[in-house]
């Protein structure tokens, strides 16, 4: 378990940044340039990122997701070790759920305490979805659309995107 706090800077930065109990701060992720690449072993290159918008420590675990947000993937990073992993969408923007999912620039994350599953608003689907363990995404809540009707579950329909 890790006992820091963990924050995304978004615009130029593109990083992921680490602030221990100390107060002292440090980037375990992304290098400053907008793109995506994967950190897949201890030992090779930094990680790269593109808008970093929400970021999720999993409970009890080293397990950080974050919401890459211009690269439409939701990613993970061993806060240990610092790999990082991509465990939901292929980078292409779209709005699919299951096994093979498309995202469309996911922003906030949140981890349901009794589940630990993530959930995570989908700005461009109008959505909010869920990481299940399998990594498989379920859309929860909207349909991809926007309207001002009221509905619930998943034909609920935001006026605006759900941003934070």
């Known amino acids: ?3 820091a706090s963990f924050i995304g800077e978004l615009g130029d930065a593109h990083i992921v940044r680490r602030i221990t109990a100390g107060g002292t701060v440090s980037t375990i992720a992304g290098d400053g340039t907008a793109a995506y690449r994967e ?3 201890a030992g090779s290159a930094v990680s790269q990122f593109d808008w970093c918008w929400g970021v999720a420590l999993l409970p009890s675990t080293t397990t950080l997701f974050v919401a890459d947000g211009n690269n439409h993937r939701i990613r993970s990073i061993n806060t240990a070790d610092l790999v990082t992993s991509n465990v939901a969408g292929d980078g ?3 709005f699919v759920d299951g096994p093979t999912p498309r995202v469309a620039r996911p922003l906030s994350l949140a981890i349901h305490a ?10 461009n689907a109008n959505s909010i ?7 498989s995404v379920t859309t929860v809540a909207g349909d991809g659309g926007r309207s001002e009707e ?3 579950g998943k034909e ?4 605006w ?4």
Do not use: I, K, Q, W
């Open 39 to 41: 950190r897949p072993t």
């Open 1 to 3: 378990m890790d006992a």
């Open 92 to 94: 292409t923007l779209g």
């Open 114 to 123: 009794a589940s630990a599953r993530l959930y995570f608003s989908d700005y």
């Open 150 to 152: 009221r509905r619930v």
């Open 161 to 164: 995107s759900p941003y934070h």
């Open 156 to 159: 609920c329909r935001s006026r």
């Open 129 to 135: 979805r869920r990481l299940e363990a399998d990594n």
